[in-house]
């Protein structure tokens, strides 16, 4: 994922990022039934969205989208981040 934001600000115009899945491993939180994530992840995500990428969350590309603000707030909520 920072390699996202590394492209970013290098000058490459990125407006919106799909997030299929995040596997699950030690010190993240399941947020979806395939996305979970650390600190890290949601620190990242937070800066993606600052910088006015918008995060389109969906394992394949015929599911519906998911809000990716509830999924970002439940990983901040289960971590205890503010």
């Known amino acids: 994922m920072v390699g996202i934001i590394i492209v970013s600000h290098?000058?490459?115009?990125?407006?919106?990022?799909?997030?299929?899945?995040?596997?699950h491993s030690q010190g993240k939180v399941a947020?979806?039934?395939a996305v979970s994530m650390g600190s890290?992840?949601?620190?990242t995500f937070d800066?993606?969205?600052?910088?006015?990428?918008?995060?389109?969350v969906r394992k394949v590309l015929t599911d519906s989208p998911e809000n990716f603000d509830?999924?970002?707030?439940?990983?901040?909520t289960e971590l205890k981040m503010a």
């Open 10 to 23: 290098g000058g490459v115009d990125i407006k919106e990022l799909n997030l299929g899945s995040m596997a």
């Open 40 to 43: 890290d992840d949601v620190k």
């Open 70 to 76: 509830e999924i970002l707030k439940k990983a901040k």
């Open 31 to 33: 947020c979806t039934k």
């Open 47 to 56: 800066e993606l969205l600052a910088m006015g990428i918008k995060i389109d």
